[in-house]
Every structure is written in structure tokens, then in C-alpha cells.
């Protein structure tokens, strides 16, 4: 996230210089990005793991902090973890790979290495770890503002968020059922955990490569669903896109009249020449929320390093939340990174390498011929898209050009992603990826589609066929059972 924050509020006079400092951010970023010598490295891949701790029951267990410390005992030279916003939550952050080669398949293993040793560790305090888009066991005792993690940073963007909206944040989804609540805090937000997904990218590349995550990150939501039900409520299959940006949303009505932004939003445009227009939209759309200074302006130059920090960027950054967000790296030669925020956690390691792999395969494929696609598709098309693969996944109607008739039409997305495989395969080879590891990452997808069958679409059978339970006691049977194969580290349609 940047720099440290250690307090929860901030004066007035704090917001003009870090502004300006923002701006000169944005001055030396296009300086480095835009210079031949930068970001010329093997291309890597990355991930965050969020993870829910649970009770014997599956009930949420608010012990981040002890398994964590426990591991730092245990791992102190090799303790890649971190807590998340809710006492229930911790995170993984993996070492990155390279792309090319076995990388996937290394950064698969490292993942399930570290969630085997945290796992060993919730066991020992009498809980466990699981891994969904949102713990379906959830009630609203379990999001009170005395189940965050005791951190300012958390403090003071619950805060801020709830001062610049000026009233209760309104938690209203419609899905299969309803959900109408409202919170005076943040913590519904950590109710959403997710797989998040990092590919570097060649600078020169940048905008065709995340224009076409962009295009293509409803199709990839569609099936990688995993997060039905919220507050003992079935709503969207990906009920993670409603209530992050809601549980968050710190627009005020009063000053909608100017159609304000979302902190939480797909975007706002098909991006036309490089990664610092990301930035620089951030920085002129959002206010800033954490006025922290570093003792050194970004123009100053610094013996032996080649490329600036830029940490004040990269803690405004950290405090928008588009799906798909812009990284800039300093060391190691320089890197731009796109961070892909949609994918939910779970429900095995397998299945979110394979969510993973097709993001990066259907990227990598349709780069160099994404321009025409988006000639023919307005952007607020692709933003209608992600919404509704969000509620209907697999069966969601897209918006998608056809090729038949050279026109848009609606697909359903299943169909759409189904005719798309062997465009992700070839992207994935074009990458370097080892032909054994893209059968094993699309297989995976392939059956998936085969069957009809995503992480929310299991959660839903199972509930209905828990008939004559309470719906708490269903829910609870529910991830009992999801729990057990997820323990098998079986792909979720061979459940």
C-alpha cells in the first residue's frame, strides 16, 4: 500500500502537499515508464491469497493475529503472510514466478506449501483455514467494527471513507433473494476474499494487454465464480462485485449530481497509449485519503537507484479499488504489473491457478488483435458485462461481437468462453507456459464449462438439497462439506 499509515486522522492543512507531491509522482513515473532502459526483465507472475479462519463449526474464528504470530516463530525468514482487514482474515503473498516455463505450476506449489503451514497452525489453536469468495456462515455479529484487525490503517480508512460519504454506508443487492442493511463502518468490506492475481507486462504492451484483461475479465468471472451468499442470503454467483464497492462506496448523494466516481469501479475507459494514464485518472478522479509524506520528492535523484519509489503514489493507488488496477515496480529494472482484483478465493489452489491461466492465456491471445474488438464494443458495454456474469456467471447474456453477422449481440457466457479456449491456449504457449501445464490449467476450465459447474453453482445444489434444515444450519452443512474436498485439493467440478 505505499507508505505506513499510523494515524486515523488527518488536518486540513495535510492534503495540499501531498497533492502536489502526487503530481510530481505522476511527472517521474512517465519519465520511467516511458524510457527505453526500463522494464526490459523476464516477465513474472504473482499472487495474494485471502483466506477466512473458521471455528470447528465454520463458524469465523477472529485469531489472525495469534496464527501469524505463531508463524513468525515458526518462519522467520520465510513468512510471506499478513493480516486483512477482519480479525477472521489473513493473507498469502507468494513469491513471484516467472510467467514462462514451469511458473505457474512453482507458484501453485508455493502457495500450497504456505496454506498446508498456516493450516498446521489454525489446527493447533482449534480452527482451520478455508478458502471462498465470501464464509456463507457470516452473520452481521461476526461484522461489527470490533471484528477489524486493530491496525490505524484500517482505523483511519473506515474513517475517512465514512467522513467524505458523510452518512452510514448502504448495503442494497438483488439477487435470488434480497439484502437491504446498512453499517456505520468498513467491515462488511472484509467479508469479500479474493485470489488476486499479478502479470507483468512489457511497457509498449501495456495498453493492448489490459485492455484485453479488461474485455475479457467477465468472461473469466463468469467461471470462476465462487461467492453466492452473504449474510445467510443467496444473492449474485459473485456477490463479491456488489458488496465491495458497496460496503466501501463513500460517494455522497448530495454530490452525485456530478456523477462522482466509485473507488470500487471496472473503469472508466479503453486505455490508448499507456499504463500512466491509469495513474493519472486516479490521481484527478479520487481524493486523497491518507496524506502521508515521504522526506524525499520523487524528482530528487537518488545514488544507486535507478528508478524512483514513488511511494505516495502507490498509497493513493492502494486506496482505489478498480478490478483490474496499474502496479509500478522500482526494483529489479523496473516493472508495470496489472493487479486482477475480480477473482474470488477458492475453491481449490488448482482451480484459482486455473482462473488464473485463463486470464492471462485469453490476455496474451488477444493483444495484438484487441483494437478491432474494441472499436466495436463501447466500454460501457464490457462494464455492463462484468455485472452481469457477476449475477448470472456461466448463464449471464454478454455483450459480444459476433463473428457470423459482424455485429453485437448477446451470448451467453459460457458459449462465448467455450469458443475462446483454444485463443487462451495459444496465448499461454505464445507466453512460454509449458504445453503440460496449459492442459492442466484449461482442462480444468474446459470441464467446468463441460458440466455447467462453478464454486457458486456447487454452493447453490448443495443448499437445495439440504432441505428441511434451518438456512443456518444448511449453510453450515454446506461449507462443512466444501471444506472436506477442499482439503483434497480436488478441482471443484470433480467434487
Not at 468462453?417 to 496449459?438: D, H, I, K
Amino acid at each position: 500500500m505505499g507508505l505506513a499509515v499510523d494515524r486515523v486522522e488527518y488536518t486540513p492543512e495535510e492534503f495540499p502537499p501531498y497533492s502536489d507531491r502526487l503530481y510530481e509522482c505522476l511527472d517521474a513515473l512517465a519519465t520511467a515508464i516511458r524510457d527505453p532502459a526500463f522494464g526490459r526483465g523476464a516477465r513474472k507472475i504473482g499472487a495474494e491469497l485471502e483466506l477466512c479462519i473458521v471455528d470447528a463449526a465454520g463458524q469465523p474464528l477472529p485469531e489472525n493475529r495469534a496464527i501469524l504470530d505463531q508463524a513468525a516463530r515458526l518462519y522467520p525468514t520465510d513468512n510471506p503472510y499478513t493480516v486483512e482487514l477482519n480479525r477472521h482474515n489473513l493473507e498469502i503473498n507468494a513469491e513471484p514466478q516467472l510467467a514462462a516455463d514451469m511458473g505457474f505450476w512453482q507458484l501453485e506449489q508455493q502457495l500450497s506449501q504456505h496454506w498446508q503451514r498456516l493450516e498446521a497452525i489454525a489446527e493447533s489453536q482449534g480452527g482451520g483455514l478455508v478458502a471462498i469468495g465470501i464464509l456463507p456462515t457470516l452473520t452481521e455479529a461476526n461484522l461489527l467494527e470490533s471484528g477489524m484487525t486493530a491496525m490505524a490503517r484500517y482505523q483511519a480508512l473506515s474513517h475517512a471513507l465514512r467522513a467524505w460519504r458523510g452518512e452510514d454506508f448502504r448495503l442494497c443487492i438483488e439477487g435470488s433473494e434480497r439484502l437491504d442493511t446498512q453499517c456505520s463502518h468498513v467491515a462488511p468490506e472484509g467479508a469479500n476474499t479474493s485470489f488476486q492475481f499479478h502479470l507483468m507486462v512489457a511497457p509498449e504492451a501495456f495498453a493492448d494487454t489490459f485492455n484485453a484483461v479488461q474485455l475479457t475479465t467477465p468472461l473469466v468471472l463468469a467461471v470462476a465464480a465462487n461467492s453466492p451468499c452473504f449474510l445467510e442470503r443467496l444473492l449474485w454467483d459473485e456477490t463479491r462485485i456488489a458488496l465491495f464497492k458497496q460496503s466501501i462506496d463513500c460517494r455522497n448523494p448530495a454530490r452525485r449530481a456530478w456523477h462522482e466516481p466509485a473507488r470500487v469501479a471496472f473503469g472508466h475507459g479503453w486505455v490508448r497509449t499507456d499504463a500512466w494514464e491509469l495513474f493519472a485518472e486516479a490521481v484527478a478522479l479520487y481524493p486523497p485519503l491518507f496524506p502521508v509524506l515521504s522526506p524525499r520528492s520523487p524528482l530528487d535523484p537518488v545514488a544507486g537507484q535507478q528508478w524512483p519509489a514513488l511511494p505516495e503514489l502507490a498509497l493513493h493507488m492502494g486506496t482505489t479499488w478498480h478490478w483490474n488496477r496499474p502496479v509500478y515496480e522500482a526494483g529489479d529494472g523496473g516493472s508495470v504489473r496489472i493487479e486482477m482484483r475480480a477473482l474470488p478465493a477458492g475453491p481449490s489452489v488448482l482451480d484459482m491457478m486455473a482462473n488464473a491461466a485463463l486470464a492471462t492465456g485469453l490476455a496474451e491471445g488477444l493483444k495484438t488483435r484487441v483494437a478491432p474488438l474494441l472499436a466495436s464494443l463501447p466500454f460501457r458495454f464490457a462494464e455492463q458485462n462484468l455485472y452481469r456474469a457477476a449475477r448470472q456467471g456461466l448463464d449471464a447474456e454478454l455483450i459480444w461481437p459476433d463473428p457470423a453477422s459482424h455485429r453485437l449481440g448477446c451470448r451467453r457466457a459460457g458459449d462465448i468462453l467455450t469458443s475462446l479456449l483454444p485463443l487462451a491456449e495459444q496465448g499461454l504457449l505464445n507466453l512460454g507456459m509449458e504445453a503440460s501445464l496449459v492442459q492442466r490449467y484449461l482442462s480444468v476450465i474446459s470441464e467446468r464449462l463441460e458440466r455447467n459447474i462453478t464454486g457458486a453453482r456447487w454452493q447453490r445444489q448443495q443448499l437445495t438439497d439440504c432441505g428441511g434444515q434451518s438456512r443456518r444450519q444448511a449453510l453450515a452443512a454446506m461449507l462443512s462439506r466444501y471444506r472436506q474436498h477442499q482439503a483434497t485439493g480436488a478441482p471443484v467440478h470433480a467434487w
